[in-house]
């Protein structure tokens, strides 16, 4: 009897461990896809495609769920596709892809990891301009002055899709309460897409803060190395930018003599004056000219 008891257990034992070789072997050819760069159209939105938006999210769906996060079965409504699509611009840098960590990114938003944008060092961009080969000292001004006016512009139409999710979000808790207010799978479905819509924001809010003080990093360190009167354009564009990334960190997607705003995250403190913000800006010396 205890021969064939152990037997059984050796026979689980190793059918658990081949089970756990193959989720291995997955994870590492998914993460090896995941390098791929995934597919853009017109002004850096994301272009449906299978690897990227379906294979990989569902592997990531499996990851996640290990991680005990909320994930919902939900399919993703048009509102909620598009505005994972224009927010996908506002978080990797296709024209600049060695300072926005793209294959990182990929893998934070197929949940195949846990974020990591969190610590994204704000002296990159300047690196990245520093670095580039332009034939007059003044190009670096004004490529920084184009960068930021792309997103001036692009950021209002990512504004108007956030804010289509959340009349989404409040149609579908008219109709949770209306017809399964005491059923706890479908709560549990409409909660894990709430959780998996704010995600989304909160990153779009914390990826154009990154964006907002590395252009401010560039254009403060252009004015040590190369000092021109370019600058003033600059300057202007991300006086702009600035009032803009306020009303993302403050959750104000809607018009902003609207009340509505996206209260599921509260963590960002409203953006003070551009330049009171150096203090905050972590700068390792030693990377200044790397």
Not at 63 to 75: I, M
Request: aromatic share 10%.
């Amino acid at each position: 009897m205890t021969t064939k008891i152990m037997c059984g257990q050796s026979a689980s034992g190793a059918k658990s461990a081949t089970s756990l070789f193959k989720f291995m072997a997955l994870t590492l050819l998914v993460t090896a896809l995941a390098a791929c760069a995934r597919p853009v159209g017109d002004f850096g939105r994301a272009q449906s495609d299978v690897l990227h938006d379906e294979i990989l999210p569902r592997v990531g769906a499996l990851a996640a769920d290990g991680r005990k996060e909320p994930v919902s079965l939900f399919n993703l409504t048009n509102e909620e596709q598009d505005m994972r699509n224009r927010i996908w611009r506002f978080l990797v840098a296709n024209k600049a892809q060695d300072w926005m960590f793209d294959h990182a990114v990929e893998m934070q938003r197929t949940r195949l990891s846990k974020p990591v944008d969190l610590n994204f060092r704000t002296d990159r961009y300047y690196r990245h301009l520093r670095l580039m080969d332009f034939a007059s000292s003044r190009g670096r001004y004004l490529r920084l002055s184009q960068d930021v006016y792309d997103d001036i512009e692009t950021i209002p139409s990512a504004f108007g899709s956030i804010c289509l999710v959340m009349e989404i979000e409040r149609r579908r808790e008219v109709a949770l309460s209306g017809l399964y207010a005491d059923n706890t799978a479908v709560k549990h479905q409409v909660r894990a897409r709430e959780y998996e819509n704010k995600n989304y924001i909160t990153w779009f809010a914390r990826a154009v803060d990154y964006r907002y003080k590395s252009y401010d990093v560039a254009l403060n360190r252009l004015l040590v190395e190369t000092p021109h009167e370019e600058a003033h354009t600059a300057n202007e564009y991300l006086n702009r930018f600035a009032v803009l990334v306020g009303r993302a960190k403050n959750g104000e997607f809607c018009d902003p003599f609207a009340k509505e705003s996206y209260n599921h995250d509260k963590d960002f403190p409203l953006l003070d004056s551009r330049y009171s913000q150096q203090s905050e800006i972590k700068e390792d010396e030693d990377e200044f000219l790397k």
